[in-house]
């Protein structure tokens, strides 16, 4: 296993759709294991495969840091079914580093997807586990949480940075 360097905003490859996955082999799992391993050493609840690079519909999230009966998560091809409710909550994400913003997202969620074998899933969420599987799964499709900020936040945010990275040169 090894880590991989986070791909960041605004990178072009985290706008893309990314691509079904139609084998579950050997090498998707070597991508699986480094998907865990980066995520963890970022240390973030969620890693898209886009985000290390990779145009995949695969996805990690583990939320038990704050949620302890939570497991470790692998999707690949994950969809999601249902959305229920709606609730607001702070978001970041490991391709936005030094932004959080509060942002409005369903509060229950079904997702149907095939886990690291291939064999097919389905996860009812609520929560902070949710609210990971709809973000993780905007990244498959190219979005990021920035893209669902209202109109005036995402200016500040362009802005915002748009300095930083002239402050970094
Ligand atoms: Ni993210």
Do not use: W
């Amino acid at each position: 296993m090894s880590v991989r360097e986070i791909i960041k905003y605004p990178e072009k490859v985290l706008r893309e759709k990314t691509l079904r996955v139609t084998d579950c082999d050997s090498k998707l799992n070597k991508l699986i294991d480094d998907m865990i391993e980066t995520m963890y050493a970022a240390p973030g609840v969620g890693l898209a495969a886009n985000q290390v690079g990779v145009s995949k519909q695969v996805a990690v999230i583990d939320v038990s840091a704050r949620d302890e009966k939570s497991p470790l998560i692998v999707l690949v091809n994950p969809e999601i079914v249902h959305l229920e409710g709606e609730v607001e909550a702070e978001e970041g994400c490991l391709s936005v580093p030094d932004y959080t913003t509060v942002l409005k997202r369903a509060m229950k969620v079904c997702v149907k997807g095939l886990d690291r074998n291939g064999k097919p899933v389905e996860i009812e969420a609520e929560g902070l586990l949710a609210r990971a599987l709809q973000h993780e799964i905007d990244h498959l499709n190219g979005i990021l949480f920035v893209d669902r900020m209202g109109r005036i936040k995402k200016e500040f945010f362009k802005k915002r940075y748009a300095r930083e990275k002239m402050l970094r040169g």
